[in-house]
């Protein structure tokens, strides 16, 4: 595989190779932190790359459960719970 240069194609492969990693070590839950840009008043639309984060950890067996959002000075954050799909 090629290096990624892409910085949002290189948070999705952390997440992945975590999420993979996790399901090999039995956890039933994760909680990754999911980064953007600062909110501008007014603004609505999705959040570059969260899409595509959140289905990637779903491919690996992964159901968003709950999560939290808040905007920092540094950007938008978000906590997601996932939980293990069952079987």
């Not at 595989?1 to 492969?13: N, R």
């Given at each position: 595989?090629?290096?990624?240069?892409?910085?949002?194609?290189?948070?999705?492969?952390t997440?992945?190779?975590?999420?993979?990693?996790?399901?090999?070590?039995?956890?039933n839950?994760f909680?990754?932190?999911?980064?953007?840009?600062?909110?501008?008043?007014?603004?609505?639309?999705?959040?570059?790359?969260?899409?595509?984060?959140?289905?990637?950890?779903?491919?690996?067996?992964w159901?968003?459960?709950?999560?939290?959002?808040?905007?920092?000075?540094?950007?938008?954050?978000?906590?997601?719970?996932?939980?293990?799909?069952?079987?």
């Open positions: 595989m090629g290096w990624i240069t892409d910085p949002k194609a290189k948070a999705v492969e997440l992945v190779t975590e999420a993979k990693m996790l399901i090999a070590a039995g956890r839950t909680t990754p932190t999911l980064s953007g840009s600062q909110l501008k008043p007014g603004r609505s639309g999705s959040v570059g790359g969260w899409v595509e984060m959140i289905e990637a950890i779903e491919a690996e067996g159901v968003m459960q709950f999560w939290s959002v808040t905007d920092t000075t540094s950007g938008i954050k978000a906590y997601p719970l996932f939980r293990r799909r069952r079987q």
